[in-house]
């Protein structure tokens, strides 16, 4: 039975949920396999019943979870482990709070250098290409955030593809999706050369087979998200209290006159 579809005026994240839901039935029942290429969009959103412009953040939200594979100038295609990565929550979706955000760090911390001394040791030409391919990205993104922040999930899951470890893989798409979130809030504040330099830094040393190297580049990388991280959390904060302080010096200029004009009233009556 098809997941029931939200009314019309629902909220955006309700239809998004609804729609990942509705992917997730379909490769469940068969009718999409992996390597299954896509309709085009506007037969998606006739056969989902949605528009366009609501299909299109979906699309994005499964390209950044590696479920689809968008490819340039031929179309979307269901990836080989669309089943496994749709198998996990789907709190994962949505946006963490700080805390949650500096633990995702931390986590990273642990797994991550150490996986890329482990990609050194057995990246295959293949994935280095791949690699190769997400800098280049990066590099044609220009001022697109969207662009450097999808190439640069696809550099750090290529990592974890060359380490070779199953259960790391398994790990890094619950990761991946909360790393989305994250590099959303701190996107305003990294440039493309920023990114790129860590990440030809990273490249080169993995290339290069040379696994100390490829794991400092990458905990240098990740010292500079943490900070970037606490930069945009910061601003969060203050955007939150300048629209709270805006706020009450709206409402409270609004009972000034209110007052100010019952006042007057008053008098006018007693005259």
């Not at 791949?130 to 640069?152: N, P, W, Y």
Request: charged share 25%.
């Amino acid at each position: 039975m098809a997941p029931k579809a939200p009314k019309a005026d629902a909220d955006k994240s309700d239809l998004t949920d609804w729609l990942i839901l509705r992917f997730k039935q379909l490769i469940s029942e068969g009718t999409l396999t992996p390597g299954y290429k896509l309709p085009s969009e506007r037969e998606l959103s006739l056969h989902f019943g949605v528009s366009r412009t609501s299909l299109r953040p979906v699309m994005k939200v499964l390209s950044m979870m590696g479920v689809v594979t968008q490819r340039v100038g031929d179309g979307t295609y269901l990836s080989s482990d669309a089943s496994s990565v749709l198998a996990e929550p789907m709190e994962f979706l949505f946006l963490l709070d700080e805390t949650s955000s500096k633990e995702l760090i931390e986590a990273r911390f642990m797994v991550e250098p150490a996986l890329a001394a482990k990609a050194a040791e057995q990246a295959t030409p293949e994935l280095l290409l791949i690699m190769r391919q997400t800098i280049a990205e990066i590099e044609a993104a220009g001022t697109d955030q969207f662009r450097i922040i999808e190439a640069d999930l696809l550099f750090h899951r290529t990592i974890h593809q060359c380490a070779g470890n199953r259960l790391f893989s398994r790990l890094f798409q619950v990761i991946h999706r909360s790393m989305m979130n994250m590099m959303m809030l701190t996107s305003q504040m990294v440039d493309r050369d920023h990114t790129l330099a860590f990440h030809q830094a990273i490249y080169e040393a993995i290339a290069r087979g040379n696994g100390a190297e490829a794991a400092r580049h990458m905990r240098d990388h990740l010292i500079d998200a943490r900070a970037l991280l606490m930069q945009a959390s910061q601003a969060h904060a203050d955007e939150r209290l300048r629209r709270r302080i805006s706020s009450v010096t709206r409402t409270t200029g609004t009972k000034k006159r209110a007052a100010t004009g019952t006042g007057r009233a008053g008098r006018t009556g007693k005259s």
